[in-house]
Structure formats: C-alpha cells, structure tokens
T-cell receptor
Framework: GENVEQHPSTLSVQEGDSAVIKCTYS??????FPWYKQELGKGPQLIID?????GEKKDQRIAVTLNKTAKHFSLHITETQPEDSAVYFC?????????????FGIGTKLQVIP | DTEVTQTPKHLVMGMTNKKSLKCEQH?????MYWYKQKAKKPPELMFV???????INESVPSRFSPECPNSSLLNLHLHALQPEDSALYLC?????????????FGSGTRLTVV
C-alpha cells in the first residue's frame, strides 16, 4: 500500500517568515494530494490540494508543488501569521483493494512566533 | 451548509456501557467516513460508506459498529470498549468514495473509556 513520509515533525518560524513542509509518497499511481490543517480541539480542514497532472498550485499565501518523478510534494506558507500555528498533514490518494484510499503523513506541528 | 456536525463533543464511558456517536452532513456528499485519531498521530481510517452501503472496514474490532441510516447521517455504535480505544473519533464526508475534492471533517468526539 501507499506510504507517506512527512518532515519535519515540528517547525518554528518567526512571524512573517516562510514555512516549508515536505512529503514523499511511494505509490506512483497516487493521483491526488491534499493538505489539511488541524487546530487544537478541531478536526482537520482541507487548505489546498493538487492533482497529479499539475505541478504547482497557489492560493493566496499558500502554495503546493508536486514532483511526480521524484514522488514528493511540498507545502509553502509565506508571510506566516500566528493563526497559521497548527498541525499540518499531507496526504496521498491511491488505489488499494478496489477502492481509492487516502493515506496521511505523520503531521507537522507548526509554531509561528510573534 | 458546508459542515459536518458530530455529537457529542465529549464522551466518557465505562467498559460495560453502550453508547453511540452521531454525524450529520447536508452537503449532498455520498461518501462518509469514520476515522480514529490518537494524540499526536494522523487520522486512521476505520470505515467507509458509499451511497449508504459499507464499502471499507479496515479490520476494526466488532465492538465498533457503524450504521448509515440515510445519506446525511452516520452513526458509530460502541459496546464493551477498552481503555486503549480512548481517542478522538472523526467523521468525514466527500462527494464520492474516490475522495475527489478532499474530505470535510467534523470537529470530532473526544472519547474516554474508563
């Protein structure tokens, strides 16, 4: 099955700096890569996603890049703000046992220091 | 309505109790999911319902029993749980079982088994 590795596990940045979280996946057939933000006491929230036929996608201060050859994708947050502090999960959707299945990375705890 | 609503938010139950977790969405999504999340870990898939039929059971013990009464509701019936079952239980929905467009998660039920 699919294996998603995510790093770093924790990340501290100064407010206004950029943050980058990287993930690799193992199944070359994976075709959809969402990113989720989970704040304390809440469920994960989809913040951006990218499909395998696209190399980069941007939404205001958030961007995701995908390198299919290397099987890695990254989340970039620019001009970080304290409210960006949360746990971020990358995920990959692959085909397993007749069904599409989403596999999550281990998560990155981002702390933005004011 | 773009939310997944879960009740209760918190639940404490004894090992001999029977309780139920409830999940509701009115986005017209046809796939619904139960995930279990332990502290500092990513969500782990338990069950997938597609068009109100159970599609995936990730080898979950029979003390967890899912039910999908209609396309908007998803229940998780709990019986004879163990302390190690204490976790955050998340409900999610997506347009279909392919997970296209990502998942919408509820805020979860924090379950403590004593």
């Amino acid at each position: 099955g699919e294996n998603v590795e995510q790093h770093p596990s924790t990340l501290s940045v100064q407010e206004g700096d950029s943050a980058v979280i990287k993930c690799t996946y193992s199944d070359s057939a994976s075709n959809y890569f969402p990113w989720y933000k989970q704040e304390l006491g809440k469920g994960p929230q989809l913040i951006i996603d990218i499909r395998s036929n696209v190399g980069e996608k941007k939404d205001q201060r958030i961007a995701v890049t995908l390198n299919k050859t290397a099987k890695h994708f990254s989340l970039h947050i620019t001009e970080t703000q304290p409210e960006d502090s949360a746990v971020y999960f990358c995920a990959a959707r692959s085909y397993s046992g007749g069904y599409q299945k989403v596999t999550f990375g281990i998560g990155t705890k981002l702390q933005v220091i004011p | 309505d773009t939310e997944v609503t879960q009740t209760p938010k918190h639940l404490v139950m004894g090992m001999t109790n029977k309780k139920s977790l409830k999940c509701e969405q009115h986005m017209g999504h046809r796939a619904m999911y139960w995930y279990k999340q332990k502290a500092k870990k990513p969500p782990e898939l338990m069950f997938v319902y597609s068009y109100e039929k159970l599609s995936i059971n990730e080898s979950v013990p029979s003390r967890f029993s899912p039910e999908c009464p209609n396309s908007s509701l998803l229940n998780l019936h709990l019986h004879a749980l163990q302390p190690e079952d204490s976790a955050l239980y998340l409900c999610a929905s997506s347009q279909d079982k392919s997970g296209g467009g990502g998942y919408t998660f509820g805020s979860g039920t924090r379950l403590t088994v004593v």
